[in-house]
């Protein structure tokens, strides 16, 4: 059947050959075109349907040979009601092929092009995987160019640390949150590991995106592969300021089992984005629309006609001086609510989910907060020896952390520090992943490892 299809897909290619540079060739349901771009400046084999429709769909893959084949199961469902537009992105599928720089940001101006071109009155934005991280940039970047914004396994969002290494900070035998075990290196992990692994490290640029800029690299060390390339671009690429610059109603779509991107990313996007919509299918991993291509296509119905007033607000509410909160020795804790003081020495494995608080104190703990505020009149978080991971957390106080000798993994986490948003009394590391921070000492975004010694303060 795939063959039959392939052969079909180049039948029609030599038939409806057309350039698009001058404005929309006439639509007919189900055409494939090859259409002239401007961001590659190749040919980008793209599929136009349902063009009567008022909303259009665009569909966006990830990395595969299938390239927008993938999409077939649902379009058919989509078509029905809505304008759809699927394309193989340069350097998959039919598109035009090259050694050139296959990075989000390239991808999103494409987006946007193909968008400008086909959209009718709304615009929805489906990606999955690769396709997820060029639509977060193009809704980042362009806010106001799209009405609704679909991530289905969005990759490469977490610091690349996370991705190369394939190790977190939060021990396997944690229940709460397993996307933080240390396991078999992902798909993406392999990709990287099985191309930077075989250069001199003496060699390898610390950023990987002036890596992959370089032509020389790609066509010497990458040999010119899209999968490749894409995949060192995507871990490079640091998505903070386009995705604290998302404005529309966001769907989230996430399998409960993916290994390459974990759904510990589903879970910062739906906590930086104002107003989402998180939906975790158990049991699947990186492919939903493969996987379970029926539960896929009801979703997406669904969030397509969902009315924005619907979308959660992802705010945690500010503490209002619960009870205080101390916890000695214990394991395996996972506890909600709001909070005083929290306190917590000599304790592993503790989840603290949707939690508010006047102040936390850990010490000598592996703890893991997810979707949490602390509001301080003093210091927000004073740690000690200890193995922290927060996700989608804000920290407020005169300094929002202060500590010697933990090892910190943040991801989507806002401090805000009057005197300081981090000061260290000694040997702090901290591994930032589209985090940001605003004091009288440093204000921005951060994305990627720090060390902080003794003194040092941001």
Known sequence: MRLANAFLRAGLCAAVLVSAGSGVPAQERGRW?????????????????????????????????????????????????????????????????????????????????????????????????????????FAGQWPHDLDRLVLIDAAGVLNRTALVKGKFLIEPESKGLRYFAEGPLSGVNNLIESTIGKIDRGLMPQDLSEYVDNELFRKAVLKNDAARIAGIALVGTDFSEQLYSVRVPTCILWGGMDEIAPVRTAVLLSSVIPRTDLEILEGIGHDPVTDSPDDTARLLHRFIEMDDAVFLSNDVSPPNGGNDLDLVGKTGMELTGDYGTVSIDGCRQIVLRKMSARSLIIRKSTVTIERGTVVSAGTALSSMDSKIAMTGVTLTGEIGIEDQGTEFDLAGVTIRGRIASVRSMGDTKLAWSVSRIKSPRKAGYLHGDMVMKLGDSL
């Open 33 to 137: 075109r090859a259409v002239s771009e401007p961001v590659f400046k190749g040919k980008v084999w793209l599929y136009d349907t349902g063009g009567a429709k008022n909303t259009t769909v665009l569909l966006v893959h990830g990395v595969g040979r299938e390239a927008s084949d993938v999409w077939r199961p649902l379009i058919t469902s989509l078509e029905k009601k809505y304008h759809v537009v699927a394309f193989d992105m340069p350097g998959f599928g039919k598109s035009s092929k090259g050694n050139l720089l296959y990075s989000p940001e390239n991808y999103a101006k494409l987006i946007r092009f193909v968008a400008g071109t086909y959209r009718k009155e709304r615009l929805v934005v489906v990606g999955h995987s690769l396709g997820g991280a060029a639509a977060l940039y």
